[in-house]
């Protein structure tokens, strides 16, 4: 029996394509969610119009902000470093008075 001639189907090209458009759609969602992401930041509470002059009133605001911050956490350090010393102190005291008796019993 002879064979009918059967027309050769390019299922390659059909995956490629398929591939294609599978990784065209990634690569657009992924553009998507940069640009969401930018736009919801946090940091991004400012109003597009602002004046040069408000634009420095907000950054002098800032760092007023940051300078306080860090004076507190100096605050506290020094407050820490004094209970330190103090602290040190009584353990010398300790230390001296421990010697003094030993002085003694010997």
Known sequence: M?????PKTNKKFVVIGLLLALFLSLYYLSLQKKKEGMKEGKYKKKKKNLST???LRNKLEGFKEKIERIQNKNDELIEEKED???????IQSKLKN?????????
Not at 84 to 90: A, H, S, W, Y
Not at 99 to 105: F, M, N
């Open 84 to 90: 330190l010393i103090v602290e040190n102190e009584k």
């Open 2 to 6: 002879k064979r009918r001639a059967v």
């Open 53 to 55: 002059e408000e634009k």
């Open 98 to 106: 421990k010697k003094s008796i030993e002085k003694i019993k010997i």
